[in-house]
C-alpha cells in the first residue's frame, strides 16, 4: 500500500514562498500521475497542479505561473515550489494521483498566507 507524506507548509507573509514536499512510499511512484491538491476552509478539495509520469505539467488558472509541480522519481519525491503566495492559497495541501484510483491521503500539509 503506497503511503504519502507531505511537507514543507508554514506560515508566510503575501508575496513569500514555499517549497512542499510529498514522499511516496513503494516502487511504482514513477508510472503515477501526480498531484497536489489543496482544501481551505469549508471548501472542497481542488486539483491545482500536476505532473504526468512523461513530466507534462498544468496548473489550475489560480496559480499558473506562480506554481511550479516537479518530481523525482530517484526520490519518489513530488514537489510544489510555490512563489508570490496570496491569502487566498491558505489551504491544506495534499498529493496524491490524478488519474484513475486515489490512493489513500495523507495527512497533508498547512500553509498559512497572512500579514
Known amino acids: 500500500q503506497v503511503q504519502l507524506v507531505e511537507s514543507g507548509g508554514g506560515l508566510v507573509q503575501p508575496g513569500g514562498s514555499l517549497r512542499l514536499s510529498c514522499v511516496a512510499s513503494?516502487?511504482?511512484?514513477?508510472?503515477?500521475?501526480m498531484g497536489w491538491y489543496r482544501q481551505a476552509p469549508g471548501k472542497q478539495r481542488e486539483l491545482v497542479a500536476r505532473?504526468?509520469?512523461?513530466?507534462?505539467?498544468d496548473y489550475a488558472d489560480s496559480v499558473k505561473g506562480r506554481f511550479t509541480i516537479s518530481r523525482d522519481n530517484a526520490k519518489n519525491t513530488l514537489y510544489l515550489q510555490m512563489n508570490n503566495l496570496k491569502p487566498d492559497d491558505t489551504a491544506v495541501y495534499y498529493c496524491?494521483?490524478?488519474?484513475?484510483?486515489?490512493?489513500?491521503w495523507g495527512q497533508g500539509t498547512q500553509v498559512t498566507v497572512s500579514s
Open positions: 496524491n494521483v490524478y488519474v484513475g484510483q486515489l490512493l489513500p
Open positions: 513503494g516502487s511504482r511512484f514513477s508510472v503515477y500521475g
Open positions: 505532473i504526468s509520469a512523461g513530466l507534462s505539467t
